[in-house]
């Protein structure tokens, strides 16, 4: 091992059905450091950790610990608690009913024969040298989400981890919140813990880390000490985007879509959710296709179900044709001409038992009521017009939903929404998952509705897909807008520049 090590894994490889989630990585982690492990969606950042917890088995390469004179065999989280590592998740995995005291040592107490003074000053001990705000006997409910992250961080430290891997700790927490954690995490730097760190926030990873390990595609993109790689670069990795790429993707199709210089379809401002993003302001014009793009997790996707009330809109005001307009749940948005095809198509999209045809004419029962339903020979007059138009692979109008492919699902879901004949059509990654013949259909599709004067947010992934079919996007970071890009400035660099911060 190198020196002053505290793990090593090398050559990791993990395969599933199809797909090589983990391409020979290599990953260190230094005792005494906070280690930013960085990569967007699909990356392999998860696998690595699960593979590192024995949540999963490798299928190749080895993991070396500090102390051992051999590889290490991991089977099972309890192999790797046994081992020094813990793992702190974002979701809290406490339990809320129980006090401060008691998640700390659940699992280790002896029943009946505990001595629950000791374990309560013993707790106490823990939470008074690492600073944390709460009192062994109080609920873990009646704590702040920090402070329960703090608690799962003191239960590890307490069982002498040497690992401490924190999974997206920061998501739920405001400023302040973090600010603590942070100093939290210093502390036990400085005890020599190594901590492998995972976050999408850019400006936590400058903040808080001394090395990042960048993955894209299960494969090791490269380790690189905080200092020696500026920002943009980072971006530039983590997508895939060389610097000098500045090759401009122009629209498909005839010419650029005619945007109208009249008022705004629907207009933003200050919105902000529960979801976590900061207030934010937005327009779209009749006949423009304008987006949100920023890196996984910067708040794209929160600022559209923001704006179609899939989220508790908590502040902030909306106008529609000039008109101030009360939007609070989707159905509300459904009622102003808003469609909205959620980012995850399986878990907010398709209804998976139901058919094709019941899919399809699902949103317009909604507005409808129940009092109204469709008749049979209606809602298959529907589905079978707009399984046309869109080319929909289907045995037929009653197949299950389920069994279609991810690419045709999308279809279904984009074919339910333009029954309604919206006037505003929110995308959130419209072509993630499916095959590029389908993808530049989607695409193509986006532009079609602009020139036929609706409006359209597209959000992607692939700055590509961005550049080709958007006149107009607004940049995220770490939760807030931090630009606006139009004409000669959409291109790769400028957007990645503005991403990582103007560098």
């Known amino acids: 091992m190198q020196e002053g090590a505290v793990l090593e894994m090398r050559g990791i490889c993990k395969h599933f059905p199809g797909v090589k989630a983990l391409q020979d990585v290599d990953f260190t982690l230094r005792e005494g450091e906070i280690h930013a492990l960085m990569g967007e969606n699909g990356a392999g950042k998860s696998t690595l950790i699960k593979v590192l917890t024995g949540v999963y088995p490798k299928d190749g390469g080895q993991i070396y610990i500090a102390g051992k004179d051999a590889p290490v065999k991991i089977s099972s989280p309890q192999d790797a608690q046994n081992i020094g590592i813990s793992t702190v998740y974002q979701e809290i995995t406490l339990c809320a009913n129980l006090t401060v005291a008691e998640n700390m040592f659940i699992g280790r107490t002896k029943g009946a024969f505990t001595k629950w003074k000791d374990i309560n000053e013993r707790a106490g001990r823990i939470l008074e040298s690492l600073q944390i705000p709460a009192s062994p006997t109080q609920q873990l409910a009646s704590c702040s989400i920090a402070v329960q992250q703090m608690v ?50 850019l400006d936590q990873v400058y903040e808080v880390c001394d090395r990042i390990t960048v993955l894209r595609d299960g494969k090791l993109v490269g380790e690189y000490a905080i200092e020696n790689l500026p920002r943009v670069q980072l971006v530039s990795k983590m997508l895939g985007k060389e610097l000098d790429d500045l090759s401009e993707i122009k629209k498909e199709g005839e010419g650029e879509t005619v945007v109208s210089d009249g008022a705004p379809v629907l207009q933003a401002s200050k919105l902000v959710s529960d979801a976590g993003i900061k207030p934010f302001d937005f327009a779209i014009r009749k006949g423009e296709v304008n987006g949100f793009t920023g890196l996984l997790g910067s708040g794209r996707s929160e600022c559209v179900r923001a704006i179609f009330g899939a989220d508790k809109v908590l502040g902030g005001q909306v106008m529609m044709d000039g008109e101030k307009v009360r939007i609070t749940k989707p159905r509300d948005a459904m009622k102003h001409g808003i469609g909205y095809l959620p980012e995850d198509r399986k878990q907010d999209g398709i209804v998976g038992d139901l058919s094709v045809r019941d899919n399809i004419i699902l949103a317009m029962q909604v507005m409808q009521g129940p009092m109204k339903p469709a008749s049979r020979a209606q809602a298959e007059k529907f589905a079978d017009e707009y399984i046309a138009l869109l080319d929909i692979k289907t045995a037929s109008t009653e197949t299950p939903i389920k069994q279609l492919s991810g690419g045709n699902q999308q279809k279904v879901i984009l074919a339910r929404w333009l029954l309604t004949d919206p006037v505003y059509l929110i995308l959130d990654e419209p072509t993630r998952g499916i095959d590029i013949g389908t993808k530049i259909e989607i695409q193509k ?59």
């Not at 739920?172 to 100093?183: G, M, W």
């Not at 961005?466 to 400035?489: N, P, Q």
């Open 445 to 503: 599709l986006a532009l079609k509705l602009a020139e036929e004067g609706k409006s359209v947010t597209f959000i992607s992934s692939e700055i590509d897909e961005m550049l080709r079919t958007c006149s107009r996007l607004i940049v995220m970071r770490d939760r807030k807008v931090v630009g606006e890009l139009t004409g000669e400035d959409l291109t790769q660099n400028k957007i990645m520049a503005t991403i990582a911060g103007g560098e």
């Open 152 to 201: 799962a961080i003191a239960r590890a430290v307490d069982m002498e981890c040497k690992i401490l891997i924190l999974d997206e700790p920061t998501s739920s927490l405001d400023e302040q919140e973090v600010a603590k954690l942070f100093k939290l995490m210093r502390d036990l730097k400085a005890k020599g813990v190594g901590i492998l760190f995972v976050t999408h926030f």
